[in-house]
Protein backbone atom coordinates (compact mmCIF):
# COMPACT_ATOMS: atom_id res chain seq x y z
CA UNK A 1 0.00 0.00 0.00
CA UNK A 2 1.40 3.70 -1.06
CA UNK A 3 2.18 6.26 1.86
CA UNK A 4 -1.41 8.01 0.17
CA UNK A 5 -3.59 4.53 0.60
CA UNK A 6 -2.39 4.07 4.59
CA UNK A 7 -3.58 7.94 4.47
CA UNK A 8 -6.79 7.54 2.66
CA UNK A 9 -7.54 4.37 5.22
CA UNK A 10 -8.10 6.79 8.05
CA UNK A 11 -10.95 8.52 6.41
CA UNK A 12 -13.78 6.50 7.08
CA UNK A 13 -17.87 6.02 6.15
CA UNK A 14 -20.36 5.64 8.87
CA UNK A 15 -20.59 1.68 7.87
CA UNK A 16 -16.99 1.07 8.05
CA UNK A 17 -16.31 2.92 11.03
CA UNK A 18 -18.62 0.63 13.15
CA UNK A 19 -16.73 -1.98 12.26
CA UNK A 20 -13.26 -0.53 13.72
CA UNK A 21 -14.92 0.86 15.97
CA UNK A 22 -15.77 -3.19 17.68
CA UNK A 23 -12.23 -3.15 17.04
CA UNK A 24 -11.00 -1.37 18.97
CA UNK A 25 -13.43 -1.98 21.96
CA UNK A 26 -12.18 -5.41 21.54
CA UNK A 27 -9.16 -4.18 22.05
CA UNK A 28 -9.90 -2.00 25.45
CA UNK A 29 -9.08 1.04 23.18
CA UNK A 30 -9.95 4.36 24.68
CA UNK A 31 -11.91 6.31 22.15
CA UNK A 32 -11.60 10.08 22.16
CA UNK A 33 -13.57 12.10 19.76
CA UNK A 34 -13.45 15.71 18.69
CA UNK A 35 -15.40 17.54 15.99
CA UNK A 36 -14.55 21.06 13.75
CA UNK A 37 -14.42 22.42 10.25
CA UNK A 38 -10.03 22.34 10.34
CA UNK A 39 -10.57 24.63 6.60
CA UNK A 40 -6.90 25.73 6.65
CA UNK A 41 -4.99 24.00 9.11
CA UNK A 42 -2.60 26.01 11.28
CA UNK A 43 -0.35 25.37 14.54
CA UNK A 44 -3.73 26.14 16.53
CA UNK A 45 -4.65 22.85 15.46
CA UNK A 46 -2.18 20.99 15.45
CA UNK A 47 -1.75 22.05 18.91
CA UNK A 48 -5.80 21.30 20.32
CA UNK A 49 -5.31 17.95 18.10
CA UNK A 50 -2.25 16.52 19.53
CA UNK A 51 -3.62 17.64 22.81
CA UNK A 52 -6.89 15.60 21.95
CA UNK A 53 -4.93 12.31 21.14
CA UNK A 54 -3.45 12.24 24.65
CA UNK A 55 -6.51 11.78 26.53
CA UNK A 56 -6.90 7.98 24.80
CA UNK A 57 -5.67 5.47 22.43
CA UNK A 58 -7.66 6.67 19.58
CA UNK A 59 -8.68 9.75 18.18
CA UNK A 60 -12.03 10.23 16.23
CA UNK A 61 -12.29 13.50 14.28
CA UNK A 62 -15.81 14.39 13.11
CA UNK A 63 -15.27 17.28 10.21
CA UNK A 64 -17.90 19.24 8.86
CA UNK A 65 -19.01 18.24 5.27
CA UNK A 66 -18.52 21.32 3.14
CA UNK A 67 -22.35 22.05 3.10
CA UNK A 68 -22.14 22.04 7.07
CA UNK A 69 -19.21 24.27 6.85
CA UNK A 70 -21.24 27.11 4.87
CA UNK A 71 -23.71 27.11 7.04
CA UNK A 72 -21.68 27.87 9.98
CA UNK A 73 -18.93 30.19 8.48
CA UNK A 74 -20.94 31.46 5.50
CA UNK A 75 -21.02 31.20 1.83
CA UNK A 76 -17.34 31.85 1.29
CA UNK A 77 -16.08 28.87 3.40
CA UNK A 78 -14.62 26.36 3.28
CA UNK A 79 -11.53 27.62 1.77
CA UNK A 80 -10.22 23.62 1.11
CA UNK A 81 -12.89 21.36 0.09
CA UNK A 82 -14.00 18.15 2.40
CA UNK A 83 -12.14 15.94 0.41
CA UNK A 84 -8.49 17.86 0.86
CA UNK A 85 -9.32 18.72 4.48
CA UNK A 86 -10.17 14.91 5.15
CA UNK A 87 -6.80 13.59 3.86
CA UNK A 88 -4.74 16.56 5.86
CA UNK A 89 -6.07 15.33 8.98
CA UNK A 90 -5.87 12.35 8.12
CA UNK A 91 -1.97 12.08 7.42
CA UNK A 92 -1.27 13.22 10.99
CA UNK A 93 0.09 10.37 12.78
CA UNK A 94 -1.97 11.18 16.26
CA UNK A 95 -5.04 10.98 14.44
CA UNK A 96 -6.61 7.53 14.18
CA UNK A 97 -10.06 8.15 12.02
CA UNK A 98 -11.94 10.96 10.05
CA UNK A 99 -15.58 10.92 9.45
CA UNK A 100 -17.26 13.59 7.63
CA UNK A 101 -20.70 14.65 9.11
CA UNK A 102 -23.40 16.93 7.18
CA UNK A 103 -25.73 17.86 9.72
CA UNK A 104 -25.38 21.65 11.53
CA UNK A 105 -23.78 19.57 15.03
CA UNK A 106 -22.19 16.44 15.56
CA UNK A 107 -24.93 14.92 17.56
CA UNK A 108 -25.81 12.17 15.92
CA UNK A 109 -22.53 11.26 15.01
CA UNK A 110 -20.95 11.06 18.95
CA UNK A 111 -24.14 9.13 19.69
CA UNK A 112 -23.17 6.36 16.77
CA UNK A 113 -19.63 6.96 18.15
CA UNK A 114 -20.32 6.17 21.46
CA UNK A 115 -16.23 8.15 22.56
CA UNK A 116 -15.00 7.49 25.93
CA UNK A 117 -13.61 10.97 25.94
CA UNK A 118 -15.05 14.06 24.40
CA UNK A 119 -13.27 17.24 23.67
CA UNK A 120 -13.52 20.81 22.95
CA UNK A 121 -12.23 23.83 23.27
CA UNK A 122 -12.24 25.80 26.35
CA UNK A 123 -14.09 28.36 24.72
CA UNK A 124 -17.54 26.17 25.88
CA UNK A 125 -18.32 25.18 29.31
CA UNK A 126 -18.09 21.57 29.61
CA UNK A 127 -21.83 20.91 29.86
CA UNK A 128 -23.22 22.94 27.00
CA UNK A 129 -20.64 20.71 24.83
CA UNK A 130 -23.03 19.15 21.77
CA UNK A 131 -22.66 15.03 22.90
CA UNK A 132 -22.41 16.17 26.59
CA UNK A 133 -25.46 13.76 27.93
CA UNK A 134 -24.43 11.39 25.42
CA UNK A 135 -21.06 10.84 27.18
CA UNK A 136 -22.35 11.65 30.52
CA UNK A 137 -24.68 8.63 30.24
CA UNK A 138 -22.59 6.20 29.36
CA UNK A 139 -19.70 7.16 32.38
CA UNK A 140 -17.07 9.02 29.94
CA UNK A 141 -15.70 12.17 30.03
CA UNK A 142 -15.54 15.69 28.55
CA UNK A 143 -12.52 17.85 28.16
CA UNK A 144 -11.64 21.31 27.20
CA UNK A 145 -8.50 22.13 25.64
CA UNK A 146 -7.17 25.60 25.84
CA UNK A 147 -6.53 27.33 22.12
CA UNK A 148 -3.22 27.85 21.18
CA UNK A 149 -3.11 32.09 21.46
CA UNK A 150 -2.73 34.21 18.12
CA UNK A 151 -3.92 31.43 15.23
CA UNK A 152 -7.06 30.68 13.77
CA UNK A 153 -8.15 30.22 10.24
CA UNK A 154 -10.18 33.41 10.11
CA UNK A 155 -7.06 35.51 11.03
CA UNK A 156 -4.79 33.63 8.06
CA UNK A 157 -7.57 34.51 5.98
CA UNK A 158 -7.53 38.13 6.89
CA UNK A 159 -3.79 38.53 6.61
CA UNK A 160 -3.92 37.02 2.67
CA UNK A 161 -6.59 39.60 1.88
CA UNK A 162 -4.41 42.82 3.55
CA UNK A 163 -1.31 40.79 1.63
Not at 100 to 128: A, R
Not at 145 to 151: A, H, K, V
Request: net charge positive; with cysteine.
Amino acid sequence: MSKLEIIKSKIFSKESLKYQLVIWRFLSKKIVFTNGCFDILHLGHIDYLSKAAEFGDVLIIGLNSDDSVRKIKGINRPINDEKSRAIILASLSFVSAVILFDEDTPYNLIKFVQPDVLIKGSDYKPEDIVGYDIVKAKGGVIETIDFLPGYSTSSIIDKIKRI
